[in-house]
């Protein structure tokens, strides 16, 4: 049974461009968070989707920050404008559609800013 | 709020043991323990619901105290591989699902 996955792990961009984290939940998990992660700090909620619904994203900055988890395909988030502050560790996270749902972490995706 | 972990870290000799705590101002539905290794991600350990039970696995082990709002982790005989940064995640009662992480306790076992 796969776990969570992330891609790409390692990203790259200068300050101005755009980024695309993507997130496949494992199999039969229907709910999807997203943290962010500094350097030596912990984790930070960002948002939490289920398919096709974004249930909470009061973690999410308002501008510049969007998150999706469409009917087919991997749950993504995007960043646009990236500054340098941006930098950090993304993880993904999925649970299964019970309250006391583990959350499982995938990878992770390093995003540089130049 | 973010939860409160304490310590902040602890350097221990393999076969110590060591307790983390993690206190909330906020009542509790469960708490979620997380170790994670230096660029890695963070690995799940327990989950402890309200009802002030006590897990564990191997030679870990935790407790919550709904009351206090309190979860300690128990790590006996410590071994070099329990080196990370331990996260206890809480969850409020009501509807939310998102984890609050406090800031974590870096654990360094040394031979």
């Known amino acids: 049974n796969a776990g969570v996955m992330q891609n790409p792990r390692h990203l790259v961009r200068r300050r101005g461009q755009e980024a695309r984290l993507r997130c496949s939940p494992m199999?039969?998990?229907?709910?999807v968070y997203w943290y962010r992660q500094l350097p030596e700090e912990g984790l930070k909620f960002m948002v939490y989707l289920q398919k096709e619904n974004i249930i909470d994203e009061s973690g999410m900055p308002k501008e510049r920050f969007s998150a999706e988890f469409p009917k087919e395909g991997p749950s993504i988030l995007r960043i646009q404008q990236v500054v340098r502050g941006d930098s950090a560790a993304y993880f993904c996270a999925s649970s299964p559609m019970d309250r006391e749902g583990t959350q499982y972490f995938g990878p992770g995706t390093r995003l540089l800013v130049l | 709020q973010q939860p409160v972990q304490s310590p902040q870290a602890v350097i221990l000799r393999e076969g110590e043991d060591a307790v983390i705590n993690c206190s909330s101002s906020k009542a509790l539905y469960s708490v979620h323990w997380y170790r994670q290794k230096h660029g890695e991600a963070p690995v799940f350990l327990m989950i402890l619901l309200k009802g002030g039970e006590q897990k564990g696995h191997d030679k870990i082990s935790a407790s919550f105290n709904e009351k206090k709002q309190q979860s300690s982790l128990y790590l006996t005989a410590s071994q070099l591989s329990y080196s990370g940064t331990y996260f206890c995640?809480?969850?409020?009662?009501?509807?939310?699902?998102?984890?609050?992480f406090g800031s974590g306790t870096q654990l360094t076992v040394l031979p």
């Open positions: 995640g809480t969850l409020p009662g009501g509807s939310a699902r998102q984890l609050t």
């Open positions: 199999k039969g998990h229907s709910h």
